[in-house]
């Protein structure tokens, strides 16, 4: 997910570039959004690993 975010990023930075702004902003949003999920994604997976490392006592 991270790859697909980092791709729309830099679809973003080219289409800016040639002067595509409408494109840049669609990818950009996407990116963002792609990168946020990614981020909470990251961190449930991280406190679900912490909680079953724990042996319930």
């Known amino acids: 997910m991270l790859y697909w975010a980092l791709v729309f990023l830099v679809v973003a930075i080219i289409a800016g570039v040639f002067g595509f702004g409408g494109i840049a902003s669609a ?4 990116a963002q959004i792609l990168f946020v999920l990614f981020l909470v994604l990251f961190v449930v997976a991280m406190v679900a690993r912490a909680l079953r490392g724990r042996s319930p006592t």
């Open 27 to 30: 990818s950009a949003g996407i």
